[in-house]
């Protein structure tokens, strides 16, 4: 009897233990998958980490991998930060050894497809592993960080850690990264500009890597192992008691975290680069200004004069209200100068520096910035009279820039001389030369339809349609990545770099018309790039507009006023070299000299 009930309770023992070790198992072995919203993830032996799809606020899910057993579960490795899924999508280990990101509309990620895989293993370090039959490591997220680095990870030369968009609202990747250089210095840098970096190592040796050590202490070594730079010491104990993670924040800055195991309340900051937050370069974009009273929170607003870009989001940056150039006539006084106090522009940003004024006071450095009608801003610090040219970076209010002052031009609303000016007046000729030119427009436009919809026009327009032609935004043409390859000849003629990417020169036959085009180039393809390149053509098209205004001479020659905007960009080219001289601009305008793109204009637009 004793024997019985011995091996049912056995039995029961066994089945429970089974069951138990089934629920927390960190491995996926060959065909089996994980399905996005069946709540089912591969844990960690320790419990500590899991990997499976992350749940979005946007009910999306990111394949990834994160802490499991505190109440934030803290995201810290993605591996389609940019592309979330819908729920029935699955991560499968197929039968051929590649792990897959299958999505329900039936396309797949390929995340691994190197050699055969057997196995995948969630480990206690918080790094997913794949090896093959022999136990060899074939890939591992390690790897291929994201955002943050845990125990035991590093980054090796050409490594990158992209900051997300925007915090645990939006983990795509964002405008910052922390990059560990070929040439051994570690860098933090705003990488849509060209930015040398706000915070760096200074650290120049040959295979430099940056480690985050068991002991939670951050460092570089070189080829040999030797610590060449000592970023953080660990400064809690016993390490062991407590998660450990270092991070690239949405706002820029590298941070160092902890988080006691057994009673901790949320994520403690232990370290980080920069202890004022508006150090970051473009924190609050172009012509943006960074307010912190604390040290710790951030406030973006537009300088004096700008308005933003989306006001749904004023960190994307702002654009000027009125347009105006205050070289037209440097005599005329056509804006105003805001001073704001305990503010300032920091040097050498962005090429932004036009020079400085030596041993000035504040006054003395408002009457530079007045004389000078190529500076639009300055700052006053230490005696020193910063002068800046567009585009506007870095403004910034915080308990590091007390003491300092700001200027700022900012354009006079009233109608602007060198720009045209709305005709309160119109002569009979005038009003009758309009008249004649609507009523020819109505009929040619009546005719045009009545061609357009005739049976036979119709016919040819079908057959001759080009594919994959449907209009986007505003009202512009959508290209296949193929064609705009062919365009741009590989994309091989970089113009320049704009705030969403770079641009390459190209040409199209519209018609066979040849006509030469500008590819602008947008980061990772998100819907933040789109809206903000959408928004930026809408900006530069209501410039455009206001500068041409309804002169009829301009709209009958537009290529005439093509070639006078280029001869402008010239002559106003920040860079004073390349500017040429009165013979030169007079040969451009006759048109007796090719007028070219000047070389980076695109950074300055």
Known sequence: MVVRIIIPCVLILLLNFCGLHAQISPNISLGSSITAGSNASLRSLSGDFAFGFYALQSSLYLVGVWFDRIPEKTLVWSANRDHPVEPGSSIQLTSAGELVLAYVNGSNLQIYSGAAASVGTMENNGNFVLRDNSSRILWRSFDSPTDTLLQGQFLVEGQMLYSNAKGISNYSTGEFKLEMQTDGNLVLSAYHYSDPGYWTTQTFADNVSLIFDRNASMYLVNGIGDVIYSIT????????????????????????????????????????????PCFVTSICGINGMCTSSDNETVSCSCLPGYIPL???????????????????????????????????????????????????NVEGCKKAVMDDCYTWAASWVDSRCLKKRMPLLNARKSSSTKGSVAFIKVPNKKSEPGLPTKRKNFNIRVLLAIGLIISAAFALLFGALALY?????????????????????????????????????????????????????????????????????????????????????????????????????????????????????????????????????????????????????????
């Open 233 to 276: 010491r660990s400064i809690t104990s016993p390490v062991e008691d407590y998660y450990h993670r270092a991070t690239v924040e949405y706002h820029g800055n590298l941070q160092q975290y902890i988080y006691h195991k057994r009673n901790g309340s949320g994520w403690k900051r232990v370290w980080r680069a920069g202890n004022d």
């Open 453 to 605: 919809y005739h049976p036979a026009i119709r016919n040819v327009l079908k057959r001759k349609k080009p594919p994959n032609a449907k209009t986007i935004g505003i009202n512009f043409r959508e290209f296949t990545f193929q064609e705009l390859r062919e365009a741009t000849n590989g994309f091989s003629n970089v113009l320049g770099r704009g705030a969403s990417g770079r641009v390459y020169r190209g040409s199209l036959t519209l018609e066979v018309k040849k006509i030469d085009i500008a590819v602008k180039e947008l980061k990772k393809g998100t819907e933040k790039s789109e809206k903000e390149f959408t928004t930026e053509l809408r900006v530069i098209g209501r410039k455009l507009e206001m500068v041409v205004g309804h002169d009829p001479e301009v709209l009958s020659d537009f290529k005439r006023f093509e070639r006078m905007a280029l001869v402008g960009l010239w002559c106003i080219h920040p860079d004073p070299i390349l500017r040429p001289s009165m013979k030169k601009v007079t040969q451009m305008l006759e048109g007796t000299m090719e007028v070219g793109i000047p070389p980076q204009v695109y950074d300055y637009v």
């Open 310 to 360: 989306d006001p749904s989001d004023v960190s994307k940056g702002c654009y000027q209200e009125n347009v105006v150039n205050y070289c037209t006539d440097p005599s005329m006084r056509n804006f105003s100068m805001m001073v704001i106090e305990d503010a300032d522009f920091p040097p050498d940003v962005y090429e932004g520096d036009l020079g400085q004024v030596r041993d000035v």
